[in-house]
């Protein structure tokens, strides 16, 4: 579904990509973990044309997404939530989520996706005419999902969905990932909590200062001995 391939990525003469290759079946989760710098959160934004790639190709269900603005990469199926959520503050829950279907046309089936997207986060349906600013850390995180969620993407891209959340909210989170998963979205995961991320994930890449330094099966990767010590602790 996704296939990235050779990607190099600069911040004006530093090289923060270095020829990066990856790609993504349809139906799996991926994650991709790695220390704070290696160069996550970069992948993602140039995957979703928020930065622009200096060499390399994205291929996405068959279009190449490097020379593909950000809005049009959105209607092709793509959704991501990014780092520290991005939620619009002063709008209500519903508001927020009504802006995540844009791209979208059809007021039935936008409805349709509502009603789907109140079934994985019941608290959105709860809250929906709540100012989104004043949800909790977590609910906030729901939101940004719930909003990926309402442009009815074939893949999300999600960026560190745990970041300062309680232990409870991280474990609903990742739950809930599970559940998007099962329902038919495809994902991508980058994640600094990566025991969670490897435990819900098919296969995995580490990322080291811009390359790919290991790939594998999940459960491979949760008992490599160097992976234990460097990012889980062990």
Do not use: C
Not at 60 to 79: C, Q, R, W
């Amino acid at each position: 579904m996704l296939k990235v391939e050779n990607l190099s990525v600069y911040y004006g003469v530093i090289q923060a990509i270095k020829g990066v290759s990856f790609e993504i079946n349809e139906g799996e989760i991926i994650a991709l973990i790695g220390a704070n710098g290696a160069g996550k959160t970069t992948i993602l934004h140039t995957i979703t044309g928020l930065i622009d790639a200096k060499s390399g190709s994205i291929i996405f269900d068959g279009h190449e997404l490097t020379k593909t603005p950000a809005h049009k990469i959105v209607s092709l199926g793509m959704a991501h939530v990014p780092e520290r959520r991005r939620i619009f503050q002063e709008l209500s829950v519903l508001a927020n989520l009504k802006l995540g279907a844009y791209t979208r046309k059809d007021k039935s089936e936008i409805e349709e996706t509502l009603k789907m997207v109140y079934e994985h986060f019941p608290i959105l349906k709860e809250r929906k005419n709540q100012i989104a600013g004043t949800l909790s850390g977590g609910e906030q995180q729901m939101l940004a999902m719930g909003r990926a969620l309402m442009s009815h993407p074939k893949i999300i891209l999600m960026d560190e969905p745990s970041m300062g959340l309680s232990p409870l909210y991280v474990n609903e989170i990742f739950d809930i990932i599970k559940n998007i998963n099962k329902s038919g979205t495809t994902v991508l995961l980058v994640e600094q909590n990566a025991k969670k991320a490897l435990s819900i994930a098919n296969r995995a890449y580490v990322l080291e200062t811009g390359k790919i330094a290991l790939e594998g099966n999940s459960q491979e990767l949760l008992n490599n001995d160097s992976i234990k010590k460097a990012y889980l602790g062990e």
